[in-house]
T-cell receptor, first 113, second 111 residues
Framework: ETGVTQTPRHLVMGMTNKKSLKCEQH?????MYWYKQSAKKPLELMFV???????ENNSVPSRFSPECPNSSHLFLHLHTLQPEDSALYLC????????????FGPGTRLLVL | QKEVEQNSGPLSVPEGAIASLNCTYS??????FFWYRQYSGKSPELIMF????GDKEDGRFTAQLNKASQYVSLLIRDSQPSDSATYLC???????????FGKGTRLSVIA
């Protein structure tokens, strides 16, 4: 496994639930990312943080709310999700945005019922 | 619109053969090109990157870049069943911008 950890690894939630995904990197990187990976679709970049500041939001619905309290931690708060939001959510980090080596966490497999 | 295109496959090759994975991208000014491997149920891991036209070799892997044709490929020599995975092409189009990923090509190496 890499220096990027994610919890939980699996999550099942109802459409009215509120849950949070957590990502932590131990690599001293300054940039962190949330991606969504659905079957038969490319990796979709959701959010980018650089030095704790959000630099990119790729038209993500407001039911997904990111939080980056420091350069090592990244959260994705989920509320009133839809079944089509079921996917693998991957966190990644790199030394800087678009850095040579972007490390991915193991992902959270989310199922929305 | 920045796009990275890959044939989704599956690409099936016999063990010991050369697997050739291809990727095209939309912006001629793109700077950096990456190949990630993703095993089923796992997260992507970087296996190669290339910046300059030509070939770059690392063990059984060779990345080939042709900027004029906006084409990057990955060759895997002496393919092994353990190489069976989805291979993602990623491009950094400019400056300090996030990588844009293709859909990936699923490779199956048959023993």
């Amino acid at each position: 496994e890499t220096g990027v950890t994610q919890t939980p690894r699996h999550l099942v939630m109802g459409m009215t639930n509120k849950k949070s995904l957590k990502c932590e990197q131990h690599l001293g990187h300054n940039a962190m990312y949330w991606y969504k990976q659905s079957a038969k679709k490319p990796l979709e970049l959701m959010f980018v943080y650089n030095f704790k500041e959000q630099t990119e939001n790729n038209s993500v619905p407001s039911r997904f709310s990111p939080e980056c309290p420091n350069s090592s931690h990244l959260f994705l708060h989920l509320h009133t999700l839809q079944p089509e939001d079921s996917a693998l959510y991957l966190c990644a980090s790199s030394q800087e945005i678009g850095g040579v080596t972007q490390y991915f966490g193991p992902g959270t497999r989310l199922l929305v019922l | 619109q920045k796009e990275v295109e890959q044939n989704s496959g599956p690409l099936s090759v016999p063990e010991g053969a050369i697997a050739s994975l291809n990727c095209t991208y939309s912006d001629r000014g793109s700077q950096s090109f990456f190949w990630y491997r993703q095993y089923s149920g796992k997260s992507p891991e970087l296996i190669m990157f290339i910046y300059s036209n030509g070939d770059k070799e690392d063990g059984r892997f060779t990345a080939q870049l042709n900027k004029a044709s906006q084409y990057v490929s990955l060759l895997i020599r002496d393919s092994q069943p353990s190489d069976s995975a989805t291979y993602l092409c990623a491009v950094r189009f400019s400056g300090n911008t996030p990588l844009v990923f293709g859909k990936g090509t699923r490779l199956s190496v048959i023993a």
